[in-house]
């Protein structure tokens, strides 16, 4: 069964840069079955798919996010990590790591997500 864990700091001030690991459980992110990815939910918005990092380090990333967005992955540690630079108050969300299977659609949404972690909320204000 596998088990997805977020973790990182829960208030930063504009202008900072958010970083968020999510340590996976139950299963290597090297293996070549999922997409190892970061969504996130605003306060009265749908879920934002942000970015996703394959198996074999790949990654992919919101358009409109790339600008500011990176993922990253610490294999010995069996963790993935999103980087957001220059955070607003609009990046006040609650942010989730997930996890799909290969097979399937475009990684660009959250259709296919089928393991979540439970989320940490993110506030950015002044």
């Known amino acids: 069964q596998v088990q997805l864990q977020e973790s990182g700091p829960g208030l930063l001030k504009p202008s900072q840069t958010l970083s968020l690991t999510c340590t996976v459980f139950?299963?290597?992110?090297?293996?070549?079955?999922?997409?190892w990815s970061w969504v996130r939910q605003s306060p009265g918005k749908g879920l934002e798919w942000m970015g996703a990092?394959?198996?074999?380090?790949?990654?992919y990333i919101s358009p409109s996010l790339k600008s500011r967005t990176s993922i990253s992955r610490d294999t010995s540690k069996n963790q993935f990590t999103l980087q957001l630079s220059s955070v607003t108050p609009g990046d006040t969300a609650v942010y989730y790591c997930?996890?799909?299977?290969?097979?399937?659609?475009?990684?660009?949404?959250?259709?296919?997500?089928?393991?979540w972690g439970q989320g940490t909320q993110v506030t950015v204000s002044s």
């Open positions: 997930a996890a799909r299977p290969l097979a399937g659609g475009s990684v660009y949404t959250v259709t296919f997500l089928d393991c």
């Open positions: 139950g299963r290597s992110i090297t293996i070549k079955y999922s997409y």
């Open positions: 990092i394959g198996y074999s380090g790949s990654a």
